[in-house]
């Protein structure tokens, strides 16, 4: 039987890094864990306590919160205290507050704890901003995926045109360049291509052809 490995993908919003790990997972026969969902799944909770979004009620929030990820037929399902919220997690308003909910240690600390039993077993896919540098180090493949800001902005307006909302390719654009530039200047974990990284630009390169490069990497 082939090694089951533990892949780490990394890279600023919009790179395709949920869609292609979900299908390469799938290929491969692996887990594939959205860390960017269960920071999206606090940064949900906080905001259920009313605006504005403060570090006192994020705190708050994380402490007794429980975030589960279950990953069923290639799809991610994410729950808060037993409470599916999938869908919810996703919208623009959470979007606006993840990276001021991310930057905390104390919810840094509690996600990374969880993501690490999640990645034990192998045979896992994770994605997010730190796996390589920080949650999964000795990771066996370690990818860092990109795109220029306006093909990821575009992608991301076609995503949320198709799902009913209405924003404009400019609020998209400012929305990921705003969060980038958090994630990357924050002090703990900070988004950065991991040293031992493979640097992969998709701008112009399709899902399957992404999809291909990854598996590709992961053969044994
Ligand atoms: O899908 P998108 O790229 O918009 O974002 P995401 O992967 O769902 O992640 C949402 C946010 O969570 C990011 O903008 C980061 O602030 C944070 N995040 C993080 O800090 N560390 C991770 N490993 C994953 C996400
Ligand atoms: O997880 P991340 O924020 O990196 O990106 P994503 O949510 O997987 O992808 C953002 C959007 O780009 C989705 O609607 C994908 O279908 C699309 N996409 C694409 O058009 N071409 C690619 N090579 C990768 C993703």
Same mark, same amino acid.
């Given at each position: 039987?082939? /090694?089951?490995?533990? !892949? @780490?993908?990394?890279?600023? =919003? %919009?790179?395709? +890094?949920?869609? #292609?790990?979900?299908?390469?997972?799938?290929?491969?026969?692996?887990?594939?864990?959205?860390?960017?969902?269960?920071?999206?799944?606090?940064?949900?909770?906080?905001?259920?306590?009313?605006?504005?979004?403060?570090?006192?009620?994020?705190?708050?929030?994380? /402490?007794?919160?429980? !975030? @589960?990820?279950?990953?069923? =037929? %290639?799809?991610? +399902?994410?729950? #808060?205290?037993?409470?599916?919220?999938?869908?919810?997690?996703?919208?623009?308003?959470?979007?606006?507050?993840?990276?001021?909910?991310?930057?905390?240690?104390?919810?840094?600390?509690?996600?990374?704890?969880?993501?690490?039993?999640?990645?034990?077993?192998?045979?896992?896919?994770?994605?997010?901003?730190?796996?390589?540098?920080?949650?999964?180090?000795?990771?066996?493949?370690?990818?860092?995926?990109?795109?220029?800001?306006?093909?990821?902005?575009?992608?991301?307006?076609?995503?949320?045109?198709?799902?009913?909302?209405?924003?404009?390719?400019?609020?998209?654009?400012?929305?990921?360049?705003?969060?980038?530039?958090?994630?990357?200047?924050?002090?703990?974990?900070?988004?950065?291509?991991?040293?031992?990284?493979?640097?992969?630009?998709?701008?112009?390169?399709?899902?399957?052809?992404?999809?291909?490069?990854?598996?590709?990497?992961?053969?044994?």
């Amino acid at each position: 039987m082939a /090694k089951k490995l533990v !892949v @780490a993908i990394d890279g600023p =919003a %919009g790179a395709g +890094k949920s869609t #292609v790990a979900q299908l390469a997972a799938k290929k491969l026969g692996y887990t594939y864990i959205d860390t960017g969902a269960m920071y999206r799944a606090v940064a949900w909770k906080t905001l259920k306590a009313g605006e504005p979004v403060t570090d006192e009620k994020i705190l708050a929030t994380v /402490k007794d919160i429980k !975030v @589960a990820l279950r990953y069923e =037929a %290639g799809m991610t +399902k994410v729950f #808060v205290d037993g409470e599916e919220v999938t869908d919810e997690i996703r919208t623009p308003a959470v979007s606006a507050v993840v990276s001021q909910v991310a930057r905390l240690g104390p919810v840094r600390e509690k996600m990374v704890e969880q993501q690490r039993e999640m990645a034990a077993a192998g045979g896992v896919l994770m994605d997010g901003r730190d796996i390589a540098t920080h949650v999964l180090p000795a990771a066996d493949v370690k990818i860092f995926l990109t795109a220029s800001l306006e093909e990821r902005a575009g992608r991301r307006w076609k995503e949320m045109k198709e799902k009913g909302y209405a924003m404009t390719l400019e609020e998209l654009r400012a929305d990921i360049a705003r969060r980038d530039k958090a994630d990357s200047e924050r002090e703990i974990s900070p988004l950065v291509q991991a040293e031992d990284a493979e640097l992969l630009d998709t701008t112009g390169m399709s899902i399957e052809e992404v999809v291909d490069a990854i598996t590709g990497r992961c053969r044994v």
